[in-house]
């Protein structure tokens, strides 16, 4: 067979080669894909017939297989888009396709893909889908505990339903009273003339007597909580001091008196929350019920069942001095030159109704949602997707994978880091590509060297008959 065989050997290596080349010319044309995964190109000979030992076998002729780089990671950049995301380490977002669009709404393909090619975005529609129109599937968390929803992921949707309010229950108070307030009324004298007016007398504030209860009494900060409908309402404390230890028995605390403003009442300027006692070291030590507060069950404050502020109303308001784990409290009486309320803090945790102002994926693969009332909620976890036998995943469009049963079933409890505003690159590099295309073009240029002097060869056989 000698000279068929050698036109043989050539016509297969210019195949093979043709498929290398085919392999470089789809890298370097997806070398700046998103998510791409390139294709190098393996070359097995196959041993021609022709003899038992080494010595009577000849070289045969070759093929040309595609030889998957799915393991081997593109580069990481930084991207501005916060819903834009990459994968350190291994593993594949698990995507799906629309399949249509009934009655105005999308429907999807039963068929799960995979893909490294993170460049979601958030569409019309509140789905998250890259450019290549893959739609991004994970597990729904829980609003309540945070936990993610089931075992098997569902399509992204972020829709634009508001935020709904919700209401203020308690209220993180921190202040430190002076020792002696400077009030409108003290003169500097004695510390009686800083003590409330008589004339204001005891329990809520009214409005006749509003003028003599702020000359005699100190701010205590100001704080907006919001009633069960999300509506604003304005808080402000002031103290008021009653007694002074220093007059003598019976009197063994220092006294304040609490109260909140109503916010314009027709007969009420302000009303009384309870009475708070310190001893000699500044120390809270008791706490009294006024009008419209209530000792709490865990003695740290005052509970207030309703809060009429400018008249609006809300239910089941706390106000706690607790402090590091009610060790200490958060209100003292310590010596304050200026006579005012100092190291005031003031903190809530209700929120009115918000509008949803953006969405983007944080460092642990979740989805976060962001509201125009500050609040932020996580409301899906992204899985990653690992294959026992990842070579084998059939590829198909878009930089995505489809599994096989050589690759074997989806694994959704492990993967890599998914970083957020990160993109991967192909990893494909140009250099390398050109560096292949040298040694694939001499060598198939060597290959059609051979068949013309295998047909040379063939020529003066032929015209040795002449």
Do not use: C, H
């Not at 000699?280 to 509970?303: H, R």
């Not at 607790?322 to 209100?331: E, K």
């Amino acid at each position: 067979m000698g000279i068929y065989g050698a036109i043989n050997s050539a016509v297969s290596g210019l195949t093979a080669q043709a498929i290398a080349l085919e392999n470089i010319s789809g890298n370097v044309a997806n070398s700046q894909t998103t998510g791409y995964k390139r294709l190098d190109t393996t070359f097995s000979d196959l041993v021609s017939g022709g003899g038992a030992t080494q010595g009577a076998q000849v070289a045969g002729t070759t093929y040309a297989t595609s030889r998957a780089t799915n393991t081997i990671q593109g580069d990481i950049t930084q991207v501005d888009v916060d819903t834009y995301m990459a994968i350190n380490g291994e593993g594949y977002f698990v995507v799906t396709q629309a399949a249509d669009v009934v009655d105005g709404a999308t429907t999807f393909a039963d068929e799960t893909f995979y893909t490294r090619a993170g460049d979601f975005e958030r569409d019309q529609d509140g789905y998250l889908v890259n450019s290549a129109g893959y739609y991004l599937q994970g597990f729904p968390l829980d609003a309540v505990t945070g936990n993610p929803v089931g075992d098997d992921p569902t399509v992204i949707q972020i829709d634009n339903q508001p935020l709904a309010a919700s209401a203020t229950t308690q209220v993180d108070y921190q202040a430190n009273l002076p020792r002696i307030p400077n009030t409108n009324d003290y003169d500097g004298s004695t510390a009686s003339t800083a003590l409330l007016a008589s004339s204001v007398g005891a329990g809520d504030v009214a409005v006749a007597n509003e003028t003599d209860f702020l000359n005699s009494s100190i701010s205590g900060g100001s704080i907006t909580i919001y009633n069960q409908n999300g509506t604003a309402m304005n808080v402000e404390v002031r103290y008021a001091k009653t007694a002074n230890a220093d007059a003598g028995p019976p009197v063994v605390n220092d006294t304040w008196t609490m109260f909140i403003g109503s916010g314009g009442d027709a007969t009420t300027a302000y009303y009384d929350v309870g009475d708070v006692e310190f001893d000699s070291t500044g120390t809270l030590t008791n706490m009294t019920a006024g009008s419209i507060g209530t000792v709490n069950g865990t003695s740290d404050g005052f509970d207030i069942a309703t809060l009429t502020i400018a008249g609006t109303d809300a239910t089941g308001v706390g106000i706690s001095f607790a402090n590091a784990g009610l060790t200490q409290f958060s209100l003292t009486q310590y010596s304050d030159p200026d006579g005012s309320a100092s190291s005031v803090s003031l903190d809530q945790d209700g929120y009115p109704a918000g509008e949803l102002t953006g969405v983007a994926v944080d460092e642990s693969g979740r989805v976060i949602a962001s509201y125009s009332n500050s609040q932020q909620r996580a409301v899906f976890e992204i899985p990653l997707a690992t294959f026992e036998a990842e070579q084998n995943l059939k590829r198909v469009d878009g930089a995505a994978f489809a599994a096989t049963t050589s690759s074997g079933e989806a694994d959704l409890t492990g993967g890599g880091q998914i970083l957020a505003n990160n993109l991967e690159l192909s990893n494909a590099d140009i250099a390398d590509e050109f560096s292949k295309l040298i040694i694939t073009q001499q060598a198939y240029s060597a290959n059609s060297r051979i068949v013309t002097s295998a047909d040379e060869m063939l020529d003066d056989a032929l015209n040795m008959v002449r």
